[in-house]
């Protein structure tokens, strides 16, 4: 590690479930050096609710959080944005958080997208990276569990739940659901593994280099790789045996693998267009008594929990459920059909990973924003509000000519002129009332959820938010 690295644990509280349709109402940092110590302030910002969107009640009565504090104690989307690039910007910072790069990077990329703040700069410039602990726990469970308590969920199984870890090795961790809080608890368990099992948290902290992920998962050695990965059964260990297939055609920081434990003579078999049929179809829509087959698709950039096999011993490897004969049966019939890399190229061209028609606000993935935008941003960004409200910057991306006024109304509706304000009540009242532009909350679907919510036994805690979010849309 690097003298000069340090980590900002964060973590959002939110309005909603999707990263990327979904507003952020609370964000929480702490600095700390390699050691885990921390270093100045901890950081707590509240985000003021904008005209554009409802709150799910659901999500409020989870993190406790009103709009009407937000109001209170909040700033504006773009401040609120600014600040939080400006922590993730500093030399040798390392992002990090618990499950943080599927959800909290996400609504950080989609947040500073809409905000028209650069979406990666903070994951790679200046020595800068990102982390995720969520599948350090993962892989600490399947291969060095010793030394930490493992609680159970409803169903009997280990749980890897923030707030039930944290209770059953004693950490402090008042106020889940706080983000403040949820950052405090999330130091403290990486504190426990790096004390239990110190060379496993070394090891994992490496692969948020894509360089060295990319290392185990070599194409020209084609190695058995073990993979950890909430996307493997708890029941066996959430890992599994896999061997690296390809560089995904379209996405380079990709890797296609195949898992090791499922047969693959249905797999081989298939033609290009029936493996994506199989992928791709709602598990609904699949015929009777067919299982998907074997492939996934590994990121390099995401932090992959990966290990050699010679990691997992003998007993661990009876106890979940890998046979190791078959593995290799497995490997050594893949490797042996020469039309494999031919069907897959096809397969992974001819279907590039789509997502839904979605608004602008939504669309971070379509394309990466050319030098020219990016220009015309960082002006934004410098200019004052007073500036901006009189300019209108010639965009090549449509996306960012659509978000430009939005992104005035969300922040400084009293500077609007007759025209703009209008113009951005009516896109409020689309989403709000109409639910367009990927609204995820409209005012039918808030009351009925609210009354669906005060029927409830409810805490009396639990009635002042209810009460709150009640008054917040008369």
């Known amino acids: 590690m ?20 979904d507003r952020a109402s609370q964000f929480a940092a702490i600095r700390t050096d390699e050691n885990l110590e921390e270093i100045g302030e901890p950081i707590n910002l509240y985000c003021k609710p904008n005209d554009d969107f409802l709150p799910n009640p659901e999500s409020a009565l989870i993190t406790g959080i009103t709009p009407q504090r937000c109001v209170e104690k909040g700033i504006s989307e773009a401040s609120f944005y600014q600040h939080i690039n400006d922590l993730l910007l500093q030399p040798n910072t390392c992002g990090v958080g618990y499950n943080s790069i599927r959800f909290d990077d996400e609504l ?29 726990v ?34 402090s961790h008042e106020g889940a659901h706080d983000a403040l809080s949820d950052v405090r608890a999330t130091i403290a368990l990486a504190r426990l593994i790096k004390e239990k099992q110190p060379k496993l948290y070394a090891f994992y902290f490496k692969l948020r280099n894509k360089l060295e992920a990319g290392r185990l998962l070599n194409l020209g050695e084609q190695k058995t790789i073990l993979h950890i990965s909430g996307m493997y059964p708890i029941e066996t260990g959430s890992l599994s045996p896999v061997i690296p297939l390809m560089q995904h055609p379209v996405n380079s920081n990709e890797i296609i693998v195949y898992d090791l434990r499922k047969s693959p003579d249905a797999f081989l078999a298939m033609s ?59 490997k050594q019939q893949i490797l042996a059909d020469n039309t494999l890399q031919d069907r897959l190229k096809e397969l992974y061209q001819l279907h590039k990973k789509e997502f839904a028609t979605c608004d602008a606000e939504s669309a971070i993935y379509e394309g990466f924003i050319n030098k020219n935008d990016r220009a015309l941003c960082n002006q934004i960004l410098k200019k004052k509000p007073e500036q901006l409200v009189d300019w209108t910057p010639a965009f090549d991306d449509k996306r ?42 409209t005012l039918t679907r808030y009351q009925q959820i609210l009354e669906e919510l005060i029927s409830q036994d409810l805490t009396e805690k639990q009635q002042g938010i209810i009460k709150a979010l009640v008054e917040w849309c008369i």
């Open 2 to 21: 690097s003298n000069n690295l340090s980590f900002l644990w964060h973590d959002y509280e939110t309005w909603g479930v999707d990263p990327r349709r």
């Open 108 to 136: 950080t990329r989609t947040g500073f997208f809409r905000n028209f703040i650069d979406p990666y700069a903070r994951e790679w410039q200046n020595g800068n990276s990102r982390w995720d602990i969520i599948d350090l």
């Open 138 to 171: 993962r892989m600490t469970y399947a291969l060095r569990p010793e030394g930490i308590e493992w609680p159970l969920g409803d169903n009997g199984l280990a749980s890897f739940r923030l707030e039930l870890l944290t209770k059953a090795n004693g950490i």
């Open 272 to 330: 290009s267009e029936e493996m994506a049929e199989n992928l791709y179809c709602k598990t609904a829509d699949l015929p009777e008594n067919t299982v998907r087959i074997g492939l996934k698709g590994i990121h390099l950039n995401k932090s992959p929990a990966l290990a050699p096999i010679n990691t997992l011993s003998a007993e661990q490897a009876e106890q979940w459920q890998i046979d190791w004969q078959q593995v290799e049966a497995h």
């Open 400 to 441: 960012l000519t659509t978000i430009y006024p939005r992104y005035l109304g969300r922040n400084w509706p009293h500077l609007l002129n007759t025209q703009q304000l209008q113009q951005w009540k009516d896109y409020c009242h689309a989403r709000v009332i109409d639910g367009e532009f990927d609204s995820t909350m």
